[in-house]
């Protein structure tokens, strides 16, 4: 027996997929596919703190640019320019130390695209039935489950 995937609640082998309560024994799925599922409130609520997120590290940049442009703007009216760029200086040093501390965030935006921003759905042709195995708004999760599956299949069928 061939192990494919395995998590908490599914379990792709070469002899069958358990998932959500159900054992399909492989030689017994004549057809995979998946489709989009209906989106629930936990994928809205990823989708609209990814834009919350993606808000957040767009405005320190922004607010930067205005006020580098009416610093120059001050110091071109008045002339001096040395305490303009000791501000400027001093900003871009302070913005290089905190750096590092943009990995937090953008890790947290790196997994919000990664789990996903709709529900997956995987079915499967058994008996001449279409019985739904999976749905889940976890990408990486419905993807390698997808491809188990998949090679499962592909494994189980002659010349596969």
Not at 33 to 43: C, F, I, P, S
Not at 102 to 124: F, K, Q, T
């Amino acid at each position: 027996m061939v192990l494919y995937y395995r998590d908490d609640a599914v379990q792709v082998t070469s002899d069958a997929i358990r998932a959500g309560g159900q054992v399909i024994p492989i030689d017994e799925v004549t057809y995979v596919w998946h489709q989009k599922g209906r989106t629930t409130l936990a994928v809205r609520g990823r989708v609209l703190g990814r834009g919350v997120l993606v808000l957040l590290l767009s405005l320190p940049p922004l607010v930067a640019l205005v006020c580098v442009l009416s610093l120059a703007w001050s110091a071109q009216d008045r002339g001096e320019w040395l305490p303009a760029l000791v501000v400027l200086v001093a900003c871009v040093v302070i913005a290089l130390a905190l750096t590092p501390f943009l990995e937090i965030p953008l890790g947290w935006l790196d997994r919000s695209y990664e789990r996903g921003s709709r529900v997956h759905e995987l079915w499967v042709q058994y008996r001449g039935q279409q019985v739904m195995l999976l749905d889940t708004p976890d990408a990486l999760r419905f993807g390698q489950i997808y491809r188990a599956v998949q090679r499962a299949v592909e494994h189980d069928t002659p010349g596969g």
